[in-house]
Structures are given as structure tokens and as C-alpha cells.
Nanobody
Framework: QLQLVESGGGLVQPGGSLRLSCAASGFTLDYYVIGWFRQAPGKEREGISCISSSGGSTKYADSVKGRFTISRDNAKNTVYLQMNSLKPEDTAVYYC?????????????????WGQGTQVTVSS
């Protein structure tokens, strides 16, 4: 059974940092573009970042550019999202997803496999 599992979410103060992990089981991530997405209550799911299968190319939404960093360790079958300078508006459920489409996009409809999400709450 292929599966993506996010971890690392939690409650953090504004200005703080979290590192999210996306671990794959049942398949290897070597050939997949991995994206990170988030969804706040009452809002559409937002693509925030993606990374190429090799890790050589990354893309970020303007809302997180300069604060978040996506990376991958294919040997560990894991993708990470380092989140710094967190703001209350970053509060959302964060999802990782995988696709074999090598387009480097952050459109949710391009992604085939999804994790269950991890809650990130930024509040004082």
C-alpha cells in the first residue's frame, strides 16, 4: 500500500519555525515531483511549494517565498518543508502530495497521491 505521511506540525508562536516531513511508504519518491499544499478553514487548498524528482528545482508560492524551504532526501524517502518566520496566516492543515508529472507545478489537480495532513497553528 503506497502512503504519504506528514509529520512535524503543531502549535508555534509567530516568528517561530517548524520543519514538516513527508515520508513515503509502499513506493519510492525518486521519480516523483513532491508538492506541499495547505488549506485553512473556509479556504481553497493552496499550493505552496514543489520540488523536482532530483531535488534540483524548486518552486514557491509568493506567500511563502523567502520563509519556507523545500528539500528532499531520496535515500530516506522523505521530503521536508522548513518553515521559518511563521505568521498567523500560515495556520492551516499542511499536505504533501506526489505526482509523476514532471512539470514543476503547484496545482493540486496535478497530484495523484496525498497524505492525510498535519495541522500547523501559529498563534500567540
Amino acid at each position: 500500500q503506497l502512503q504519504l505521511v506528514e509529520s512535524g506540525g503543531g502549535l508555534v508562536q509567530p516568528g517561530g519555525s517548524l520543519r514538516l516531513s513527508c515520508a513515503a511508504s509502499g513506493f519510492t519518491l525518486d521519480y516523483y515531483v513532491i508538492g506541499w499544499f495547505r488549506q485553512a478553514p473556509g479556504k481553497e487548498r493552496e499550493g505552496i511549494s514543489c520540488i523536482s524528482s532530483s531535488g534540483g528545482s524548486t518552486k514557491y508560492a509568493d506567500s511563502v517565498k523567502g520563509r519556507f524551504t523545500i528539500s528532499r532526501d531520496n535515500a530516506k524517502n522523505t521530503v521536508y518543508l522548513q518553515m521559518n518566520s511563521l505568521k498567523p496566516e500560515d495556520t492551516a492543515v499542511y499536505y504533501c502530495a506526489a505526482t509523476t508529472i514532471q512539470a514543476g507545478n503547484i496545482r493540486p489537480q496535478y497530484y495523484n497521491y496525498w497524505g492525510q495532513g498535519t495541522q500547523v497553528t501559529v498563534s500567540s
